[in-house]
């Protein structure tokens, strides 16, 4: 078993920039994927961000590349957020999954471990 917790929220300005921290622990031998997906107020969950556990490969959805970099520490997985935007504001979940297949890494039900999720607020 994996267990996964985030931290590193926060307010920010627009413009600005915050960095979210997510450690995991347990059998982190059998992660493949680490990433993260977001929740604002009244949307649904959405895809941000994931990198390949060898740290090989990373992908972002089209709302924040170039804006956002994604990258691991031993068991530790940064999501480093600049050039912040309102649009960015939401509640932020930390996931991991030993079996989601690249193809797949969009589908937030296919991954097996959740972060209790931070809140960033971007305020313009």
């Known amino acids: 078993q994996v267990q996964v917790a985030e931290s590193g929220g926060g307010l920010a300005q627009s413009g600005g920039s915050l960095r979210l921290s997510c450690a995991a622990s347990?059998?982190?031998?059998?992660?493949?994927?680490m990433g993260w997906f977001r929740e604002a107020p009244g949307k649904e969950l959405e895809f941000v961000s994931v990198?390949?556990?060898?740290?090989?490969d990373t992908y972002y959805s089209d709302s924040v590349v170039n804006r956002f970099t994604i990258s691991r520490d031993e068991n530790t997985v940064y999501l480093q957020m600049t050039d912040l935007k309102a649009e960015d504001t939401a509640v932020y979940y930390c996931?991991?999954?030993?079996?989601?297949?690249?193809?797949?890494?969009?589908?937030?039900?296919?991954?097996?471990?959740w972060g209790q999720g931070t809140q960033v607020t971007v305020s313009s």
């Open positions: 347990g059998r982190t031998d059998t992660i493949s994927l």
């Open positions: 996931v991991g999954s030993r079996t989601v297949h690249w193809t797949m890494v969009r589908h937030p039900m296919l991954y097996e471990y």
């Open positions: 990198l390949d556990w060898s740290g090989d």
